[in-house]
């Protein structure tokens, strides 16, 4: 069973005695049913769980009379053989993304203490033309994603004390012994070569079967074209299975700004525009803006037509390449010795802005933003607005100097810069220096709430 923060934080959301119905919100097979399932087996008395893609009926429950006695009476004679049990009730709507008339009816549950109600669905922010009256202030929001790098930590068998033990090093950029870093990096490639999918992770674990965990990497990307098929609007499906497909080609490029012309020659915004958009909102992919200055606020500075994509799963993008390149990526590991194949010289720095990017999202950071100035000289893979203002965080595949970030640095509006590569920790000046697997303590010092 792989441990999941969500389940803390829908422990937290029942504590609330001023709780409303519950949407759980992700991309597909991120683990929502399986965590709110999970949840539910130790929290309430009796469940009755309605899956609206399995079941189509169902949603005749929602068609005609909204109140709570209506829909509570439809489900239950619906499932004849669950016993009712006031107070300690879940319904569950998985996939409510299929039935808008039961978003509309959530703010006539809301309130209502003989039960309570969670919801998962994906694309949800595509639906607000199909939902006749959303509830807006009546529901309770829970993002969640696949597993982050601490989440796979846990299901390779790490106990928390252990990844605790690693987050002090962080807090003050402190050596870390060899013994510590030297496997710590191993499973920071591990990460990246296989990404926190669910049914990914469980397949390579606990043998560490990569071929195994490849095939079902290659199997939901697949999903994910079909799912575009499925849901896009007509006009846009190709167009945005062609963007999404583009990604890989994308990052291989020297400046991995996304070019409307990858995508199709002579491509623009106006006829891919649309479908950019589409795989924003179904968290197929994330984007990060480019700014023309590093200055608060970075979002008056946006240069709106300069953005980089990413998938928001990094076995996403892994599994495009060709197998002998996760090989290439694990180098050492796990007696996989290979040279660095041609690929991997020409992907590799978009990979790791990708993983980056992939840790930093499922952190719950969703503004990302780069700086990259017009003769190309200085590039700060990603700027994050805090506390403390603007921080710098410039990513490095191996151990190579940081000229961009030390000009930046000159900035005396700038407290502190971050590199993040695969060396040990340290500080010179204003620049930090951490490993790379330290990203998934970002902001460092901090900890993180709700996931």
């Known amino acids: 069973m792989l441990k999941r923060k969500a389940l803390d934080d829908l422990g937290l959301w029942k504590s609330r005695s001023d709780r409303n119905p519950l949407i759980v919100e992700g991309a597909r097979q991120v683990g929502k049913t399986y965590a709110v399932r999970a949840f539910a087996e130790a929290a309430y008395e009796s469940v009755y769980e309605l899956n609206f893609l399995e079941r189509d009926t169902l949603k005749s429950i929602f068609d005609g009379d909204l109140s709570a006695d209506a829909i509570l009476t439809g489900i239950r004679l619906n499932y004849p053989e669950k016993r009712f049990s006031g107070g300690r009730t879940l319904l569950f709507l998985d996939e409510i993304q299929a039935c808008p008339r039961a978003i509309t009816a959530l703010k006539f549950l809301s309130g209502d203490e003989r039960f309570d109600v969670i919801c ?159 795989l924003l909102a179904s968290e197929m992919a994330m984007k990060v803006n480019n700014v023309s200055q590093i200055e608060y606020p970075l979002s008056a500075f946006e240069t709106e037509d300069h953005f980089r994509i990413y998938p928001t799963d990094i076995g996403l993008l892994i599994c495009t390449y060709d197998f002998s390149l996760k090989r290439a990526l694990l180098g050492q590991e796990d007696g996989l010795n290979q040279t660095e194949s041609i690929v991997l ?107």
């Open 120 to 278: 998962s669905g994906s694309a949800l922010g595509m639906l607000h033309g199909q939902v006749d009256s959303w509830p807006v202030g009546q529901v309770d929001y829970l993002h969640m994603t696949a597993l982050d790098f601490e989440e796979f930590l846990w299901a390779a068998g790490l106990e928390e004390d252990i990844v605790e033990t690693v987050r002090a090093f962080a807090d003050g950029a402190k050596q870390i012994p060899e013994a510590i870093h030297k496997p710590m990096m191993q499973y920071f490639r591990q990460y990246l070569a296989i990404g926190g999918m669910p049914d990914v992770v469980k397949t390579f674990f606990p043998d560490r079967d990569y071929a195994a965990a490849d095939a079902v990497q290659r199997r939901i990307y697949r999903d994910y074209v079909a799912d575009i098929a499925h849901y896009a609007e007509a006009e846009i499906r190709l167009k945005a299975q062609k963007c999404w497909q583009s990604i890989p080609l994308q990052l291989s490029k020297q400046n991995h700004k996304f070019q409307y012309a990858t995508v199709e020659h002579r491509g623009n915004a106006h006829k891919f525009g649309s479908s950019v958009d589409w």
């Open 345 to 451: 010289k020409t992907a590799k720095g978009g990979i790791y802005e990708a993983l980056a990017a992939d840790i930093l999202w499922k952190r719950g950071i969703g503004d990302l933003r780069f700086y990259r100035n017009t003769p190309g000289t200085v590039e700060i893979e990603f700027l994050i607005e805090g506390p403390d203002g603007v921080t710098p965080i410039e990513i490095k595949a191996g151990n190579n100097k940081t000229r961009s970030l030390d000009t930046v640095l000159q900035n005396p509006d700038i407290a502190a810069g971050y590199k993040f590569a695969d060396q040990n920790a340290g500080i010179s000046g204003k620049k930090i220096t951490l490993p790379l697997y330290m990203l998934m303590f970002f902001p460092i010092g901090q900890r993180k709430g709700l996931n």
